[in-house]
């Protein structure tokens, strides 16, 4: 469990470095999307009391997303030709739940509010979802990340730290 908080520790830095450089606010989808921080809440309670993992895969996922070219959900492109972040080697193992969990998380709130809320917003709140249920800390997410357009394997090369 130390390796963990010591990931849930450098995620919330990341998050608050990366969300001081965009305009973003908690309320975001007050209008258009009320619900769907509790959408994504449930969804990622759900996957977790199915799987003993959800949190940990989840919490990578998005640390592998904002080392990458910032917390844009870049990860959770798909491509045809397996060259995308997700098929970077070292994102391989994440596709046995943390892209399921937040897949999940996706279609529930798009079930809802269907084009309005970015995956990348998806996968924060998923995140801090995740940390929560860990027994880490509560916290807010300031919303209105745009989803990164492309994704490259190659770019994720050098870019994430290792764990030692």
Not at 89 to 105: C, E, H, Q, R, Y
Request: aromatic share 6%.
């Amino acid at each position: 469990m130390g390796v963990l908080k010591k990931v849930w520790r450098i995620m919330i830095i990341v998050m608050i470095i990366k969300m001081s450089e965009a305009q973003l606010s908690e309320n975001f989808y007050r209008f258009s999307c009320p619900l769907a921080e509790t959408i994504v809440r449930q969804s990622v309670t759900n996957k977790f009391t199915q799987t003993s993992i959800t949190a940990q895969a989840t919490i990578r996922l998005f640390f592998h997303d904002c080392f990458v070219q910032g917390c844009d959900a870049s990860i959770m492109i798909y491509s045809a030709n397996g060259d995308a972040e997700k098929d970077a080697p070292i994102n391989l193992s994440l596709a046995v739940d943390g892209f399921d969990t937040v897949n999940k998380a996706k279609q529930a709130v798009e079930a809802m509010c269907p084009g309005v809320v970015s995956c990348a917003d998806i996968l924060a709140l998923a995140t801090r979802d995740a940390i929560l249920l860990t027994g880490g800390p509560s916290y807010n997410v300031e919303l209105g990340r745009r989803d990164g357009l492309k994704s490259k394997a190659s770019d994720v090369q050098g870019k994430l730290p290792v764990l030692e």
